[in-house]
């Protein structure tokens, strides 16, 4: 069974660990983080050879609760095509007001803009990351999108002006407005 395999090459560094829908989810403290997804890779019982995604993860609003484990976390799903088997690895960053996770650009190189897509939409800095910058959104952007603490609206807005040429930025004039859904009743529905 996967879950006794990645116990017995990682040890002790997994703080816990997943087996539902026949996908296993381990989870290990940031400080382990390169050394857990590196011993995945070259034991011959895992051979984690390919890193299939990474993603940033807001858990600040989780079930209406937030995470005990931290706010930001970091996701990579691994696979193992000589052994046909996968992996999902996450890591919560230790300090939520300046998230950091050790790159694992040095592991899996494929994971290059995987890492930067989280950076430029949740703000997790990557150490180590040989080219950590936006990727998404503009040069110019503030904050990250995909924080649940992220306004819906945004803070500024860009149009281009035909009269000056060029791409102008303002705050946002976008009215906030209440969506009511239209509601349909019918003689025929039974009460």
């Not at 857990?36 to 600040?60: M, N, Q």
């Not at 904050?143 to 860009?158: A, C, I, L, Q, W």
Request: with cysteine; charged share 25%; glycine share 6%.
């Amino acid at each position: 069974m996967l879950k006794t395999i990645v116990s017995e090459v990682v040890g002790d560094k997994v703080r816990s660990s997943i087996a539902a829908l026949n996908e296993l989810t381990i989870e290990v403290a940031a400080s382990d983080w390169l050394q857990v997804c590196t011993a995945l890779r070259d034991h011959p019982k895992t051979r984690f050879e390919t890193l299939v995604d990474l993603c940033g993860v807001d858990y600040s609003q989780y079930a209406g609760t937030g995470n005990p484990s931290g706010r930001f976390a970091v996701v990579a799903h691994l696979l193992s095509v000589t052994l046909n088997q996968r992996v999902r690895v996450r890591c919560f960053a230790a300090d939520e007001s300046f998230p950091v996770v050790h790159s694992l650009v040095g592991v899996w190189p494929s994971v290059n803009w995987f890492e930067r897509e989280a950076f430029d939409l949740f703000g997790i800095v990557f150490e180590g990351h040989p080219d950590l910058r936006r990727l998404l959104t503009d040069y110019g952007f503030v904050g990250h999108p995909f924080r649940k603490d992220f306004p819906t609206s945004g803070y500024v807005e860009m149009r281009y002006d035909p009269e000056q040429r060029r791409v102008m930025y303002q705050p946002v004039t976008i009215e906030p407005r209440e969506n009511t859904p239209r509601v349909i009743r019918e003689n025929s529905y039974a009460n």
